[in-house]
């Protein structure tokens, strides 16, 4: 990132402009305006219609949780019907649960296809006169597959069913526009799209009922309390701003280096699959299953490859990633899976020696 952003952090809140934008005077005046500009950054990278459809929170976990939750408990406070996917991020999958613990909810994880993909049909299918809420993530963080929102929409739209969904994963390579996908909700998190950590935001579409799930101050129109995070706010709006202006759009240099990459190593090691959708998926995602190795004893043998085995989220479980599984991948093939990401600082030269075979010693090793 440039020294303009990193210059842009530190003075708003740790160094010179250090006051809380909810004071009148002039310190937090100019925290509260350093606010409305991020607020703006971040509004213009979605394509939302005004900056009040933006709520920031520390990050997308939380985002999640104020759309599940606050979104069906502002509709139905006990007794609804909630439908998402099996192949949801934890924080949704959780928030979820917590509507059927604590609030009468009944909930269906709608399946998905071999690539990942989410059926728009099979969301209609599962609807009653109790939905309230549908959530589906906009594109997976382990395998990267795309899912049709607007075909989603067209469903839920017309019945006055909420649509969420989680774009952690969009948003930076320029993939998310909430007019054209029809979401009502969707989740951001800055530190997916080179913020900083700790800090994301929610887009309420204007009309949206939300009840609050943090009471206690009046802060972010009231939806969540609490002094905002000025300088995570400054460099999130930082980051979306210089995402929104690229001069060279990179997802197609992304996409480039990961094909690149992908056909190296498939070229390499005969049996290995790419999980995910072969097109519809994220440009910097590589998902690959190598047959005849445990992802985890081969990572610790590369140690300058920044590769995980599941989603961040999870590791450490031991047990195998619920989207591997949920696309059909044996528990030995899901732990015979890595997941590469290739973004904006990602070199041609970085790939090669990523891609070179002496670095698959296990893979090669197991004759294949
Ligand atoms: C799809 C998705 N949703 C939610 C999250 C959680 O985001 P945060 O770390 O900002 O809470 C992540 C982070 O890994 C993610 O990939």
Redesign the pocket.
């Known amino acids: 990132m440039s020294g303009r952003y990193e210059r842009t952090c530190v003075t708003h809140g740790f160094a010179s402009e250090y006051g809380n934008p909810s004071s009148p005077h002039i310190c937090g005046r100019t925290a509260a305006r350093a606010i409305r500009t991020a607020r703006r950054q971040v509004t213009d990278l979605v394509g939302a219609k005004n900056e009040l459809e933006i709520v920031f929170t520390?990050?997308?976990?939380?985002a999640?949780h104020l759309a599940v939750l606050g979104a069906a408990l502002a509709v139905r406070p006990h007794g609804g019907h909630i439908v998402t996917t099996v192949i949801e991020?934890k924080?949704?999958l959780a928030a979820c649960q917590r509507l059927v613990d604590h609030h009468g909810y009944t909930l269906t994880r709608v399946g998905v296809d071999a690539h990942g993909r989410v059926h728009p049909a099979d969301i209609a299918a599962v609807l009653n006169p109790n939905t309230v809420l549908v959530s589906v993530?906009h594109?997976?963080?382990e395998i990267g597959t795309l899912q049709r929102l607007a075909a989603i929409a067209e469903i839920t739209a017309p019945r006055g069913i909420v649509l969420h969904t989680?774009a952690?994963?969009s948003a930076g390579c320029g993939l998310l526009d909430v007019a054209e996908l029809g979401v009502d909700l969707a989740?951001l998190?800055?530190?997916?799209l080179h913020g900083p950590?700790?800090i994301?935001a929610l887009y309420i579409r204007g009309g949206t009922r939300i009840t609050a799930q943090q009471a206690g101050g009046g802060q972010e129109r009231g939806l969540r309390a609490g002094t905002p995070n000025v300088p995570a706010i400054v460099g999130f709006g930082a980051a979306t701003h210089l995402i929104t202006t690229d001069a060279v759009p990179p997802p197609a240099r992304i996409r480039s280096l990961r094909d690149r990459l992908q056909d190296r190593i498939l070229a390499t090691i005969p049996g290995t699959t790419v999980n995910g959708h072969p097109h519809r998926r994220l440009p910097g995602n590589l998902s690959l299953t190598l047959p005849g190795i445990e992802a985890t004893d081969l990572l610790d043998r590369l140690p300058g490859i920044a590769a995980s085995t599941g989603?961040?989220?999870n590791t450490g479980s031991g047990e195998p990633s619920h989207v591997l599984t949920a696309i059909g991948l044996t528990r030995d093939q899901a732990r015979a899976t890595l997941r590469l990401g290739i973004g904006r600082t990602t070199t041609a030269t970085d790939i090669d020696q990523a891609a070179h075979a002496e670095r698959f010693p296990e893979a090669r090793r197991g004759g294949l």
């Open positions: 520390s990050g997308a976990t939380e999640n991020h924080a949704v993530m594109a997976n963080n989680d952690a994963q989740s998190s800055a530190h997916k950590k700790g994301g989603s961040a989220c």
